[in-house]
């Protein structure tokens, strides 16, 4: 194989290599070298000759161990492992001081080197398609990192606080994952987060916020009920509501929901709201101005509702659409989204708010049946 001695960029993906080529380690002045795509099983001792090189790519190969003389390559800022069969990191990895990108996706890694807590540069973490069960704690020693993906992992227990507490410099987390099996529990933020596509780094911060012990039901309900309060003229905050609810039934929750669109012709409807007011045990407010100046929903229905919350531990969910004045009587409910009106946000940061109230409806739900 024909390599100058003198490249500093050398591209021999998808050439069906099973090693390296020796020519390779004769390039004193590598800077970069793309691997991938090939079926290489070893990355050999000489690959600590290329001591200038910055940005390795070996993933999508069949390499299932990573020798220690890898971490040799003291100047190396970018490492791509992904898809190869890997069970373990050398614990050498602390001699790459100025790694900056590490992507070790789709491995068998169920745990990560201690002396991970020694790369003070690493900004980009993939450990994406792995098979960790417990969350590995190594990262929150790691106050550089900036991007993180955790999807398709199967995490037992998931510290959400901790995430948005001790990583100050994290501003994208990715853990989307498409296969529903890998949604293991209701309880698991995680869980929630990995419906989210794209950064759902602050829909993990909602879900912190929402993360308080809910009042207890005294009363329980063969089926869970739940009730949305809004203005007609925020008709389209609803229907976004229900689209949520209805996710939450195909999930196989067992529980109803109503809306004053469900009034049946020929019903009294001023009495039919008071009745499934009544007997709901989660009550969505949709708030806004035009809420706020309903005389029928501050003269029957939110009485009604603050009584229920009183006297039957009734769950009420303040769900912001437009900015106003949030009304007094209901600030002693903690807001889905109290400084982030949906009308404002991005059609992501509205996502991210729908995927909280659905997080915070789903465990509600679940200690009612319990």
Known sequence: MNIPKKASKIDLSNKGLTEIPAEVFECKNLRKLNLSH???????????????????????????????????????????????????????????????????????????????????????????????????????????????????????????????????????????????????????????????????????????RQDVPSSPIKIKLNKPHVFISYSHKDKAYKDEVEVCLKGIKYLKYDFTFWSDTDIELGEVWKQKIIDELSKSGIVINIISRDYLASDFIQKIELPLLLKRAKQDGTLILNLLARRCVFPESLSQFQAVNYDSPIEGESKDGQDSIYLVLTQRIIKEITNMKE
């Not at 090189?53 to 999508?60: G, I």
């Open 38 to 208: 090939n079926n290489i099983k070893v990355l050999p001792k000489e690959i600590g000759k290329l001591k200038f090189l910055k940005n390795l790519d070996v993933s999508y190969n069949s390499i299932s161990v990573l020798y220690a003389k890898t971490c040799d390559l003291l100047n190396l800022e970018v490492l791509i492992l992904n898809n190869n069969n890997l069970k373990k990191l050398p614990e050498q990895i602390d001699k790459l001081r100025k790694i900056e990108t590490l992507s070790i996706a789709a491995n068998q890694l169920e745990t990560l080197p201690e002396m991970i807590i020694s790369l003070r540069q690493l900004k980009n973490l993939d450990i994406s398609k792995n098979k960790f069960v417990q969350f590995p704690v190594e990262l929150f020693s790691i106050n550089t990192l900036e991007k993180l993906w955790l999807g398709k992992n199967v995490f037992n227990e998931f510290p959400s606080k901790d995430i948005v507490e001790q990583l100050p410099s994290l501003k994208y987390l990715y853990c989307f994952s498409s296969s529903s099996d890998s949604i293991n529990s209701v309880h698991n933020d995680y869980a929630v987060l990995q419906q989210k596509k794209g950064n759902c780094l602050e829909a993990l911060k909602l879900i912190c």
